[in-house]
């Protein structure tokens, strides 16, 4: 079965652009969360979509923002885009258990210049 | 709040030397335990897992059990191949319907032949 796929694999916006990431889950999968890498501040949990409801919510500031749809595909976005925001965007999903593995995918690549 | 402490790198091994790569953790309850392992230019992939007190994980020839009374889920293996060169990380995931992982910051692993 196909794994967790995100779109695009890699791209590089502008100071003050906007960027939305998608990513399409495991199928049968029905929990997304995201999570953004950088060098600086390792892996950090952005937010969690579950049944197209945000379930939780990291420590970021609202220009970052999510959706999940009826089919479980997910779309993040980030407006007014900074060069701190440059890093690797991580989509994951799972089934949703309480001892549910969680699966991810390549990640987007975003650089911003 | 829950957080994962984990061994800095990065560590330099020869082939087939003995590897371990410590992680404790801070968590109420009983959380699911997880070592994933990045390879450059790619997301994360599960190594293992581990759900209860006592569980024993296994993968690939890697090997981390719970420990709850010393809060501990240390990685080893008995002997490393080159192609075990790759970040590695200990995350943790809450009890109950919460799909948010809280990572360690990563032990970056050279294996030399």
């Keep these: ?113 | 709040g829950d957080s994962v402490t984990q061994m800095e790198g990065p560590v330099t091994l020869s082939e087939e030397a003995f590897l371990t790569i410590n992680c404790t953790y801070t968590a109420t309850g009983y959380p699911s335990l997880f070592w994933y392992v990045q390879y450059p230019g790619e997301g994360l992939q599960l190594l293992l897992k581990a759900t209860k007190a006592d569980d024993k994980g296994s993968n690939k020839g890697f090997e981390a059990t719970y420990r709850k009374e010393t809060t501990s889920f240390h990685l080893e293996k008995g002997s490393v191949q080159v192609s075990d060169s790759a970040v590695y990380f200990c995350a943790l995931k809450p009890q109950g319907l919460n799909e948010k992982l809280t990572f360690g910051t990563g032990t970056r692993l050279t294996i030399i032949p």
């Design chain 1, 1 to 113: 079965k196909a794994g967790v796929t995100q779109t695009p694999r890699y791209l590089i916006k502008t100071r003050g652009q906007q960027v939305t990431l998608s990513c399409s889950p495991i199928s049968g999968h029905r929990s997304v969360s995201w999570y953004q890498q950088t060098p600086g501040q390792g892996l950090q949990f952005l937010f969690e979509y579950f049944s197209e409801t945000q379930r939780n919510k990291g420590n970021f500031p609202g220009r970052f923002s999510g959706r999940q749809f009826s089919n479980s595909r997910s779309e993040m976005n980030v407006s007014t885009l900074e060069l701190g925001d440059s890093a690797l965007y991580l989509c994951a999903s799972s089934f949703q258990g309480e001892v549910d593995t969680i699966y991810f995918g390549e990640g987007s690549w975003l650089t911003v210049v």
